[in-house]
């Protein structure tokens, strides 16, 4: 059965400084892999995705994310946080021709001055 | 840029009573689906919606709840016999395409059963 894992619950990490979100799933075929971002009383805001092709894919915000099938993983990246990047993250699949998605747990991550 | 709008934003019923939540697709978009977030937990798939059908649904997804698309524009979510577990945020979503492509997602509706 697919599943997502998110390994880290809650990440604080320092403003101006690097962020990286960790991501496995299961599946037995290439997924489609979405990176959704949270703000507090909001809804889910698709950051980027990955379907096929470059493995590297950028979004917005400034975010990336890297597609490694080795090692079933689609980590996010930030080189440089903002205050305002303080949400809670949630990777998702999409594997099935009708577009159900499995969210991760999520991470929450806080920024600190 | 078009969205996916969802009402009311916050929604108080009584244990038993019958709930109706709202949302209204982008309007190009044929598939449709809601997913339910319990407070602190993750996110859960309820229900697809496409060619006015339900196309895949949960094990959350009993008889209890139902969907509809009344007409061109919304697509509804009702709870027939609330319970205080069904307390949960509900979004909505729609896509152009299905088959994994990208969801765009409402800001949600808080629903609180007392």
């Known amino acids: 059965a697919q599943s997502v894992t998110q390994p880290d619950i809650h990440i604080t990490v320092s403003e101006g400084a690097s962020l990286e979100l960790r991501c496995n799933y299961s599946?037995?075929?290439?997924?489609?892999l979405f990176w959704y971002v949270q703000s507090p009383g909001q809804g889910l805001q698709l950051l980027l995705k990955?379907?096929?092709?470059?493995?590297l894919v950028q979004g917005i915000k400034g975010f990336e994310a890297e597609f490694k099938r080795s090692q079933s993983s689609f980590n996010l990246r930030k080189p440089s946080v903002h205050w305002s990047d303080a949400a809670e993250y949630f990777c998702?699949?999409?594997?099935?021709?009708?577009?159900?998605?499995?969210f991760g747990a999520g991470t929450q991550v806080v920024v600190t001055p | 840029e078009p969205e996916v709008t969802q009402t009311p934003s916050h929604q108080v019923t009584q244990m038993g009573q019958e709930v109706i939540l709202r949302c209204v697709p982008i309007?190009?978009?044929?598939?449709f689906y809601w997913y339910r977030q319990i407070l602190g937990q993750k996110v859960e798939f309820l229900v697809s919606?496409?060619?006015?059908?339900?196309?895949?649904k949960s094990e959350i997804f009993d008889d209890q709840f139902s969907v509809e698309r009344p007409d061109g524009s919304n697509f509804t979510l009702k709870i027939r016999s609330t319970k205080l577990e069904d307390s949960a945020m509900y979004f909505c979503?729609?896509?152009?395409?299905?088959?994994?492509?990208?969801?765009?997602f409402g800001d949600g509706t808080r629903l609180s059963i007392l």
């Open positions: 979503a729609s896509s152009d395409t299905g088959g994994g492509q990208p969801q765009h």
């Open positions: 309007s190009n978009h044929l598939y």
């Open positions: 998702a699949v999409g594997a099935d021709s009708w577009g159900k998605f499995q």
């Open positions: 990955y379907f096929s092709g470059d493995t």
């Open positions: 599946y037995g075929a290439t997924p489609y």
């Open positions: 919606f496409y060619n006015n059908e339900i196309s895949e």
